[in-house]
T-cell receptor, first 110, second 111 residues
Framework: AQRVTQPEKLLSVFKGAPVELKCNYS??????LFWYVQYSRQRLQLLLR??SRESIKGFTADLNKGETSFHLKKPFAQEEDSAMYYC????????????FGKGTKLSVKP | DVKVTQSSRYLVKRTGEKVFLECVQD?????MFWYRQDPGLGLRLIYF???????EKGDIPEGYSVSREKKERFSLILESASTNQTSMYLC??????????FGDGTRLSIL
């Protein structure tokens, strides 16, 4: 079955420290990969997608096909980065085939 | 700015009731989605619609149905509400097949 794993339920770092939110997906073809974020009391929103190779709010995510990973990274965490982060591969095929991970709650302490 | 509006932020209903959750988007998007969000389980797709009157089941469609009579409106229906349907429900719309714009969510409690 197609799966996505975010091994950390909670990740706590200090302001200014590097942060890496892990995401591993099960291999089945070449999924398109996404990260979503939900800040406290705000709507869930799309953060970035791997095909865009973009950096949003200082975050980047590199697709590693060998390790089937799509970790989200930021070199210097800020308090406003505290949020719930979801990794979501889209395995294509039928429409609406995006699978969300269970999420990692990032807490950035001052 | 795209707006996805869910009719209620909080809703309390009783077991066995028929419950309607409404969602409206203002960007003429073809695709609309209903998810439920539960702690420790992430988001799970209930139903997806790719056009008016067109729908596809998601991962957990049991106990739910949907209606899309107009492009901008996508309704989720709990045919006979049960306590295990207490959850946060999120509506989303998108140009593509991945949800792009989400509503604020409806926190539904079934007593």
């Amino acid at each position: 079955a197609q799966r996505v794993t975010q091994p950390e339920k909670l990740l706590s770092v200090f302001k200014g420290a590097p942060v890496e939110l892990k995401c591993n997906y099960s291999y089945s073809g070449s999924p398109e990969l996404f990260w979503y974020v939900q800040y406290s009391r705000q709507r869930l929103q799309l953060l970035l997608r791997h095909i865009s190779r973009e950096s949003i709010k200082g975050f980047t995510a590199d697709l590693n096909k060998g390790e089937t990973s799509f970790h989200l990274k930021k070199p210097f965490a800020q308090e406003e980065d505290s949020a719930m982060y979801y990794c979501a591969p889209d395995y294509g095929g039928s429409q609406g085939n995006l699978i969300f991970g269970k999420g990692t709650k990032l807490s950035v302490k001052p | 700015d795209v707006k996805v509006t869910q009719s209620s932020r909080y809703l309390v209903k009783r077991t066995g009731e028929k419950v309607f959750l409404e969602c409206v988007q203002d960007m003429d998007h073809e695709n609309m989605f209903w998810y439920r969000q539960d702690p420790g389980l992430g988001l799970r797709l209930i139903y997806f619609s790719y056009d008016v009157k067109m729908k596809e089941k998601g991962d957990i469609p049991e106990g739910y149905s949907v209606s899309r009579e107009k492009k901008e409106r996508f309704s989720l229906i709990l045919e006979s509400a049960s306590t295990n349907q207490t959850s946060m429900y999120l509506c989303a719309s998108s140009v593509g097949y991945q949800p792009q714009h989400f509503g604020d969510g409806t926190r539904l409690s079934i007593l």
